[in-house]
RNA sequence: GCGCCGGUAGUCUAGUGGUAGGAUGCCGGCCUGCCAAGCCGGUGGCGCGGGUUCGAAUCCCGCCCGGCGCACCA
């Protein structure tokens, strides 16, 4: 039996991992509130992260970047151009049609691509609807960047952009970090946060939001060593389904390769870009995605985005959606640090012997709501007719539960202070004597909890407990002292099935 | 944004014009004493707004939200 998206969506709701927002009020497409068990899976997921790329390396320098900037860095970005669609829609059919598109189509060129030229170039072209020859309206504009406006008047010149992208933030402080943290190529700069994008229509529960976290590095390299990446052991034997774009068109299957050999192969666009989906990969599959569900799709050229020069999404087989999107890995060569420079007068490159060049930029860059969906995907099990959520022990909500046996006083007291013991460990602990033990287990095989401490009656004869494991049931007796040692092991050396 | 379908306790669901019912959850009690046992009691609902009608969960209109298809997804 495979799991529906409305079965995830249904536990989320019932057991307070995620909920549309302003619910009491009808909810707003596109924008939820994660509850606890929900936050603390995304804090979890978010924290692993930071460690991965970011506190476990030399090289990665993290940042947070305001999400409101000067609008001017996304006129350098490009995204107030290319971020904003003209549409025109058929009178008659309610087809729409991106305006560029249709002119492209129609063989004409325009210089600019205001409304008002867009206009008269479909109005004197006599452009009609390409499905059904229907009179086309007047073009609407459709940003997909949210705007707001700060100061006390609202006109056209105190529009504000909420960042639809944390890369920027990255870029514009280049050369304040790279002075500040001396740093020299190559580095990385690292940040999460949340981001907007007016989407048309959000769907599939969060797989499409308007308001969603992202973590990105932007990884700066010398254009002329881009291949030459002193880390690339790390990643070589990494193995994962690549899909590149001629097998794409030549509808072949994905084929199973190792890093390594993906780059022997040529088909990355430098070294440092196998690398870093290299670490995408070993990192997703390091908070339990199964690497059978993972495939690196490299984006065909009517796909990329403005700035990218070559890109790998990698794609997640959810089982109610198919192959989707949850990460990107683009080649941003020195698209953002050239446009930045051009556009403020401030000097974005770096000299070396003597010889000013811009550094070329990785940029990987991770859906977290989308790798959350995932997650709990792939962790849902059904055991005995009821749900068993398999989380790796890095990202379950909480720790170790614990349960007495009985709710009788001296039960509840010796909880408390196994309870106290534990949080004094730093372990996030969940406590639960309200009801009987069978219910309890479920309940935390719900929400994910590897593992529980129950008190019985031979807990107060020789100070041990029982260890129970959500994945097999089975329980181990352990004195109290040894606890934390042995909790610590097992999260750290769990091995997912 | 267009088209089709839908929206009843936290969750699942019965109810097609006449007193909203059940299951589950949650809270309390009794009993039991290691994997959602049982019994008793309690809590909690017709997405929002307008209209038709003596009377609307039910019919009509608008909106909001969701699902599917199209379009969109740099």
Request: glycine letters at 6%; charged letters at 25%.
């Amino acid at each position: 039996m495979s799991i529906s998206l409305s079965d995830i969506a249904n536990l989320a709701k019932r057991r307070g991992f995620i909920f549309l927002s302003g619910e009491i009020y009808g909810g707003i497409a596109g924008f939820y509130d994660y509850g606890p068990i929900g936050f603390g899976i995304k804090r979890r997921i978010l924290d692993d992260w930071w460690w991965f790329f970011v506190s476990s390396r030399d090289d990665v320098y993290g940042i947070s970047p305001a999400i409101i900037t000067s609008p001017k860095v996304w006129v350098a970005s490009g995204h107030v151009d290319e971020f904003i669609d003209i549409l025109v829609e058929c009178a008659r059919c309610k087809s729409r049609f991106k305006a560029e598109t249709l002119l492209e189509e129609a063989g004409i060129k325009i210089q600019d691509f205001s409304m008002e030229s867009v206009k008269n170039a479909i109005k004197n072209n006599n452009i009609k609807c390409p499905k059904c020859g229907g009179e086309l309206s007047e073009p609407r504009c459709f940003n997909l960047m949210i705007e707001a406006h700060v100061g006390a008047v609202k006109d056209e010149s105190s529009v504000v952009y909420l960042r639809p992208e944390i890369a920027q933030g990255m870029f514009t402080n280049f050369k304040l970090i790279s002075a500040i943290v001396g740093a020299r190529l190559p580095f990385g700069i690292a940040s999460y946060g949340k981001v907007f994008r007016n989407e048309i229509s959000p769907r599939g529960f969060i797989f499409r939001l308007r308001e969603f976290e992202i973590a990105e590095i932007e990884y700066f390299i010398d254009p002329n060593e881009q291949n030459n990446c002193a880390l690339f052991s790390e990643v070589e034997n990494i193995e994962v389904k690549i899909w590149t774009k001629e097998e794409q068109k030549r509808e072949l299957e994905p084929k199973e390769r190792t890093i390594g050999e993906a780059f022997n192969e040529g088909i990355f666009s430098n070294m440092w870009h196998a690398y870093w989906a290299g670490k995408a990969v070993e990192w997703l599959i390091s908070i339990g995605i199964k690497p059978e569900h993972l495939r690196l799709r490299e984006h065909l050229e009517t796909e990329l985005a403005h700035y990218a020069k070559q890109t790998f999404d990698i794609e997640y087989y959810f089982p109610y959606l198919g192959w989707k999107e949850i990460v990107g890995i683009a080649n941003r060569t020195d698209y953002d640090l050239r446009r930045h420079t051009n556009m403020s007068g401030e000097k974005l490159y770096l000299t070396k012997n003597g010889k000013e060049f811009y550094p070329y930029c990785i940029e990987p860059s991770f859906g977290i709501d989308r790798i959350f969906l995932a997650i709990i995907t792939e962790a849902y099990t059904v055991r005995d007719g009821k749900i068993v959520l398999r989380l790796h022990p890095k990202v379950a909500p909480y720790d170790v539960a614990i349960l007495p046996l009985l709710k009788k006083p001296k039960f509840i007291a010796k909880a408390k202070e196994i309870n106290t013991m534990l949080k004094l460990e730093r372990f996030a602990t969940y406590i639960d004597f309200s009801g009987k033990i069978g219910k309890a287990y479920a309940k935390i095989d719900e929400i994910g909890i590897p593992f529980a401490i129950t008190i019985d009656h031979k807990t107060f004869e020789d100070n041990t407990v029982t260890i129970r494991f959500r994945d097999t049931k089975n329980q181990i007796r352990i004195q109290v002292s040894e606890l934390a040692k042995k909790l610590r092991e097992l999260k750290y050396n769990y091995i997912m099935q």
